[in-house]
């Protein structure tokens, strides 16, 4: 069974930094994308913010350009989301999704983790 779990949340004050962290588990043969969504309190929608691609291209939302920075370790099948200068507004759960292939399976399918708390407060 595969699974992402995310760690690393917290409570920090604006301007601070936290890395949050992405462990897939389970018998994985191949991950594609692993993006990081955060929901903030009192919306429906999770708003992508950063995403890294198989060949480590990544891509952010214009709100955390240059303030945050994705990685990954396909050694390890883990992910990284670096955040700094953080804002009241980055407050959010932050989610794991990642698109990738189960040993004896044909195609990628999409992947969830449960999901991390970041607050921003003074």
């Known amino acids: 069974q595969v699974q992402l779990v995310e760690s690393g949340g917290g409570l920090v004050q604006p301007g601070g930094s936290l890395r949050l962290s992405c462990t897939a588990s389970?018998?994985?043969?191949?991950?594609?994308?692993i993006s990081w969504y955060r929901q903030a309190p009192g919306n429906q929608q999770r708003d992508m913010v950063a995403t890294i691609m198989h060949d480590g291209t990544a891509n952010y939302a214009d709100s955390v350009k240059g303030r945050f920075t994705v990685s990954r370790d396909d050694a390890k099948n883990t992910a990284a989301l670096q955040m700094n200068s953080l804002k009241p507004e980055d407050t959010a759960g932050y989610y794991c999704y990642s698109d990738l292939q189960v040993l004896g399976t044909m195609r990628t399918q999409p992947y969830w983790g449960q999901g991390t708390q970041v607050t921003v407060s003074s």
């Open positions: 389970g018998s994985i043969s191949y991950i594609n994308t």
